[in-house]
Structure formats: structure tokens, C-alpha cells
């Protein structure tokens, strides 16, 4: 049934780039911390390489995902097959945040598509483990398109309206971490 890959080779890469959407899951250190788990789509995630991939984070109601990863580091990307055979990855590693402070942003932000959503941050994660899983229980769903409800509303607000949301409503996850700085939130890049 399972099967675990060293790396993340050609075959799961084809099989990644035909998926529409994929999960996003970390939790706190604390026991009682909420575990934090996003669905995530818009053609938002890339491989980089056998041991990494990036996802871009063009923003939410929460910033649980950032909060995480800042504190413990650790991540896990789930994506399933809705149509054709059953099939499940798991890509568990370790996460970093990059905002459009940091110098290595432009460079890894060339790798994504930013004319319809602006970008928060982009997370990249050095996988540590590749896991395989049969799928038999996911049902099968026919892909219509993305939902254009982000690209609009984006669009519509402006970036200056999301940089003054995520100063008010990012600087904490729901547990009390540190979220983002007054600074990174500035720092937030509109569609280009």
C-alpha cells in the first residue's frame, strides 16, 4: 500500500503538475495549540528540485501557516487525486518563509505566475520524506476551473486595503504566536 521515496523523482513531479489543489498542514509546539490545515490552489505550488518545493502565499484570514513555520519549522503538503487512479503524496519537511523583504524572494518569485494574486510570502520546504498512500477512500471529482472569487477581490481592494488587513489581522496566530511584522506586511506585493 505505502511506499516511501527518497527523493521527489520525474514520475511524482508529472503526477504533481497535473493536480489541481493541495494541503497545507502545521501545527505549534504547544499540546494545545490548534493544528492549522489549508487548502490551497491557482496553480500556487512548484518543485524546485528532488528535496524542494515552494508554495506562494498570496494571503488569508490567518496566518497560522507563517506562525508555525517560524516557531517549530514543520510542515507537511498533502495532495490527492481527484480524478483518474487513486493516489495520495505526502511531501513532509521543513518550512521557511520568505516575504518580499528578503533577498531571496525575487528569485524564487520568478518561478510563479503574479498577474492575478498578490504575494504575501512564499514558502519553501526542504522535504525530508516522500510518502505514498493508496487513495482508495478520496472520491472521484470532475475539475471545473479555479474559483476567480481571490483575483477579483484582489483586484477590486487593492493592494494598499490588503497591506493595511494584514497589518490589523496578521501580527498573531490564533494561539498568540508572532505572525507577521507591521514591516513584512508593508512589504506585501500586488499582482504584476
Known amino acids: 500500500m505505502g511506499k516511501i521515496y527518497a ?3 520525474d514520475k511524482i513531479q508529472k503526477w504533481v503538475a497535473k493536480q489541481h489543489m493541495f494541503f497545507v498542514a502545521t501545527a ?12 490551497k490552489g491557482h496553480d500556487t505550488l512548484r ?9 506562494m502565499d ?20 498533502m ?7 487513486p493516489k495520495i503524496y505526502r511531501f ?28 504575501r510570502s512564499i514558502v519553501r520546504v526542504d522535504v525530508q520524506r516522500v510518502c505514498e498512500s493508496c487513495g482508495f477512500g478520496v ?6 476551473t479555479q474559483r476567480d472569487t481571490s483575483p477579483e477581490y484582489i483586484r477590486k481592494i487593492g493592494p494598499e486595503k490588503i497591506r493595511g488587513y494584514l497589518a490589523q489581522m496578521n501580527g498573531q496566530s490564533i ?10 506586511s508593508g512589504a506585501y506585493e500586488g499582482p504584476v
Do not use: W
Open 175 to 184: 494561539d498568540g504566536l508572532p505572525g507577521m511584522t507591521e514591516e513584512e
Open 7 to 9: 527523493a521527489i523523482d
Open 139 to 144: 472520491p472521484l471529482y470532475d475539475y471545473n
Open 47 to 55: 518543485m524546485l528540485d528532488n528535496h524542494t518545493l515552494a508554495f
Open 79 to 85: 495532495m490527492c487525486a481527484f480524478e483518474g487512479p
Open 28 to 39: 505549534p509546539r504547544s499540546d494545545d495549540g490548534m493544528v492549522n490545515l489549508s487548502p
Open 92 to 119: 513532509h519537511g521543513r518550512g521557511t518563509v520568505i516575504t518580499p523583504l528578503d533577498k531571496e524572494f525575487e528569485q524564487l518569485a520568478m518561478q510563479f505566475d503574479r498577474t492575478a494574486l498578490g504575494v
Open 58 to 77: 498570496y494571503g488569508g484570514s490567518g496566518i497560522e501557516t507563517i506562525a508555525h513555520l517560524r516557531e517549530n519549522g514543520r510542515i507537511v503538503i
